[in-house]
C-alpha cells in the first residue's frame, strides 16, 4: 500500500500515519520528494481498512499494490480454473469454448421449449438455458413460471441430454432451484447481492455470474471473490455489456475488453453474453465472434422459437434457423481458434 501525502502535510501529520502504520504491523518506507512525502507501507492490508488512513490528516491519496480479491487472482493462483461437468464438457483455460443457448425466459409453451432444446443440441452445444424466476424492470412484464419452469428444464434435460443453466435470485429458491439447475445464474442485477452470493458460496453448483451494469472489473471480480470465500470456487464469469451512452443503437455497451482484462487478472473462466450486451438480434452473431477472438471461453445467446412473440427479450432472441446458421459458423470460428494463446485466441 502506497500513502500519499499532500504537499503542505506537517512532519506531524506524517509522523502519525507512518506510527499508525507501525502499531499495526507495517514496515514503512519513506520517500519525501521536494513537493511531497511518499510512504510505502509492507505488511499484510487484509487485518485493515486501508482506506482508513485516508481520514488522516495530510493524506492525499491511499493506493492498492495488490488486488483486494485474492481466490479470484491470478497472484494467487496461476493456472487457469477448469471447471468439469458430469457429462464431461469442460469450462476454462484451454478447453474448447461452449456454447450455451435457449430462451430468455421458459414459458406456457412446452413444446418450444423443446424444438430450441432440440436444436441446441443438434448443433453440437451442450448447455441450454432458459429463465424461471425473471428479474424484470417493470413489476408488469412477465415474471417468470417459477417451479413450473424449472420442471419444463428438467423435461429438456430428459429428453436432451444437455445441462441446465437457470437463474436464482432469491437465497429463499435456492434449494429448489439446485434440485433442477446444473449450473446456477446470478443476474447482473444481483452481482452484489451479497446474501445471494453466500448463498451460493456454500453450495456446491457451478455458478454463472453475470457482471453488474454499472460494475468495475474489480467489483465484478470481488463479487465472484464473495462466492469463492464461501466456498464455492467453480465460478465462470459473464461479461454481458455495461451501461454505455447510446441505449439506441444497442442495449449495452458490450465490454469486449473486459475479457482478455479479466484473463490477465483472474484465473477463472470467462463468457460473453451478446444477447443483453447489445438487445439487438444482428448484433449477436458480430459479437460472439469478437468475443471468441479475443479469448471468452463460451458464448451465451437467446433463441427463441417464436422471437415476435417471446415474453421477454425478443428483439435478441435468434430464431431457431438464425440459431442454426450461427452456431454453424460459431462452431468453425471455435475450431479455428489457436488454443496455445492463453490470453487472447489467435486464428490457425
Ligand atoms: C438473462 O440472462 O436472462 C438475464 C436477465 O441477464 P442479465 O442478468 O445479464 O440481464
Ligand atoms: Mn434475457
Redesign the pocket.
Known amino acids: 500500500m502506497i500513502i500519499i501525502m499532500e504537499p503542505s502535510a506537517t512532519q506531524g501529520q506524517i509522523q502519525t500515519v507512518v506510527n499508525a502504520l507501525h502499531n499495526k504491523g507495517f514496515k514503512t518506507v519513506l520517500n519525501k520528494g521536494d513537493v511531497m512525502t511518499v510512504i510505502a507501507a509492507i505488511g499484510d492490508k487484509r487485518i485493515i481498512d486501508p482506506h482508513s488512513f485516508q481520514s488522516y490528516d495530510g493524506v492525499r491519496s491511499v493506493k492498492l499494490i495488490q488486488e483486494p480479491y485474492k481466490l479470484a487472482s491470478r497472484e494467487g493462483r496461476q493456472e487457469d480454473t477448469v471447471i468439469e461437468f458430469s457429462n464431461g464438457v469442460r469450462i476454462g483455460g484451454l478447453e474448447k469454448p461452449v456454447i450455451i443457448a435457449g430462451p430468455?425466459?421458459v414459458e406456457q409453451d412446452l413444446d418450444g421449449l423443446l424444438r430450441v432444446a432440440e436444436a441446441v443440441k443438434e448443433m453440437g452445444c451442450n448447455f441450454l438455458?432458459g429463465?424461471a424466476f425473471?428479474?424484470r424492470t417493470s413489476p408488469y412484464d412477465f415474471q417468470g413460471l417459477e417451479e413450473k419452469a424449472l420442471e419444463y428444464l428438467a423435461i429438456a434435460r430428459e429428453k436432451t441430454g444437455l445441462l441446465i443453466v437457470t437463474?436464482l435470485m432469491d437465497t429463499l429458491d435456492l434449494d429448489m432451484v439446485c434440485q433442477y439447475a446444473d449450473v446456477i445464474?446470478i443476474?447482473?442485477?444481483?452481482m452484489q447481492n451479497f446474501k445471494l452470493l453466500k448463498a451460493v458460496g456454500k453450495c456446491d453448483k457451478p455458478v454463472i455470474l453475470?457482471?453488474g451494469?454499472a460494475a468495475t472489473i474489480r467489483e465484478f471480480l470481488l463479487a465472484a471473490e464473495h462466492i469463492m470465500y464461501n466456498g464455492n470456487d467453480k465460478v465462470i464469469l459473464?461479461e454481458?455489456?455495461i451501461k454505455g451512452v447510446d441505449n439506441n443503437s444497442t442495449r449495452n455497451t458490450l465490454d469486449i475488453s473486459a475479457i482478455p482484462v479479466i484473463k490477465k487478472y483472474s484465473h477463472l473462466p470467462i463468457i460473453v453474453?451478446p444477447?443483453?450486451g447489445t438487445g439487438r438480434r444482428y448484433l449477436i452473431e458480430p459479437m460472439a465472434k469478437a468475443g471468441l477472438i479475443v479469448g471468452a471461453h463460451g458464448v451465451?445467446m437467446?433463441v427463441h422459437h417464436d422471437p415476435e412473440n417471446a415474453s421477454?427479450?425478443g428483439a435478441q432472441s435468434l430464431s431457431i434457423p438464425m440459431f442454426k446458421d450461427v452456431a454453424k459458423r460459431l462452431n468453425k470460428l471455435i475450431g479455428r481458434i489457436d488454443y496455445d494463446n492463453k490470453h487472447s485466441m489467435s486464428m490457425v
Do not use: T
Open positions: 430468455c425466459c438455458r429463465g425473471k428479474p437463474e445464474q443476474g447482473a442485477r444481483n453475470k457482471r451494469p459473464c454481458r455489456g453474453d444477447s443483453h451465451m437467446e421477454s427479450d
